[in-house]
């Protein structure tokens, strides 16, 4: 990985402002996105088994922990040239959910258009890469602790 930039951190950063201005719609946003796509992605998520509902507290929290882990990515990319799990669990939890690495590209595009709508015309492609980049190097850790799960 190279070096994640000061203005990508601060790209990141001042979006996930902008996303925590309405987290239930984008949260909603994020989870509609994962499921046209991944359909059966509902059976992952317990909090999903009614659909897909912007009041539920669950959905918010799982979908604002997620974001929240991308933007401590682009933080420790910053400051440390890598992506450390603040939780050790987080490997072990994808394994006993029948995470596979097509799942991981299905959130990517989601979280990528959830952030596209909540930024709306700040959207550009140097915004883009710097939620990518932060994104995959997550889920590299993500995907290096499900195989020593």
């Known amino acids: 990985m190279g070096a994640f930039s000061e203005k990508q951190e601060s790209l ?3 979006s996930w ?8 719609h984008h949260s909603a946003v994020f989870y509609t996105l ?10 992952m998520f317990s ?9 539920n507290p669950k959905l918010k929290a799982h979908a604002e922990k997620v974001f929240k882990m991308t933007v401590d990515s682009a933080v420790q990319l910053r400051a440390k040239g890598e992506v450390v799990l603040a939780d050790p669990t987080l490997g072990s939890v994808h394994v006993q959910k029948g995470v596979l690495d097509p799942h991981f590209l299905v959130v ?5 258009k959830t952030f596209k ?19 995959d190097e997550l889920a590299a850790a993500i995907k290096k602790a499900m195989g020593s799960a």
């Not at 046209?36 to 509902?42: F, H, I, L, V």
């Not at 990517?108 to 990528?112: Q, Y």
């Not at 709508?117 to 994104?135: C, F, I, Q, S």
């Open 17 to 24: 402002e902008a996303f925590k201005q309405n987290v239930p």
């Open 117 to 135: 709508e909540a930024v709306g015309d700040k959207w550009n492609d140097e915004l883009g890469n710097a939620w990518e980049v932060a994104y």
């Open 47 to 55: 909090f999903l088994s009614n659909g897909v509902d912007p009041n």
């Open 108 to 112: 990517k595009e989601a979280l990528l």
């Open 34 to 43: 994962i499921l046209e796509k991944a359909p059966a992605a509902q059976n």
């Open 12 to 14: 990141v950063k001042s």
